[in-house]
């Protein structure tokens, strides 16, 4: 009986760091290697509208107010990477654009019969499967070379929305955005 109390906290321990880890911001970046970053030092958004509606998300509102929260941490994460904000009408050695979207995903996990329930119809224990659906958020952020107009960097972040999330998106979008910039410039 003991033994079996330590697996079944295991599995429970188990279950609730893959259930965290749904929740957590994933990022990704990728850049031109060709591109020297050192030689940037202004930027401007790409054209009127620097948002890049996503092709998943045709059918989703996304908040005015949350676009520019957007588009003012982009902005404040680029001014803390010692670039300088020109406007859209200058010459600038960075354009810059984002892509913002939502999706709703589904998430399929079988857990074998030594993890599943008896069954009481017959003395051996059962396959479990879970099916679950949620939203996950994405922005991405492109920047491309004043000049050429060539993408040079690319830096995108994913997290499962919550009702925290939209409840209070400010904190959210700052954290996402700084979360891409980690890495740049790139070495």
Known sequence: MHEHTHFAAAV?????????GCTTLRTHSDYDSQADFTQFRTFSWAGDSALAKSQQDTDRYISPLDLQRIERAIESELVAKGLRQVGDDEPADLRVCYTVGARDK??????PAYFGRWNRQWPYPTDTVTVQTY???????????????????????????TGADIENSGPRIKEAVAAIFADFPPP
Do not use: C, F
């Open 135 to 161: 939203t996950e958020g994405m922005l991405a952020i492109d920047l491309y070379d004043g000049d050429s107009t060539l993408p040079i960097w690319h830096g995108v972040a994913r997290k499962r929305v």
């Open 106 to 111: 589904v998430n399929v996990s079988e857990q």
């Open 12 to 20: 429970i321990a188990t279950i609730a760091i893959v259930a965290a």
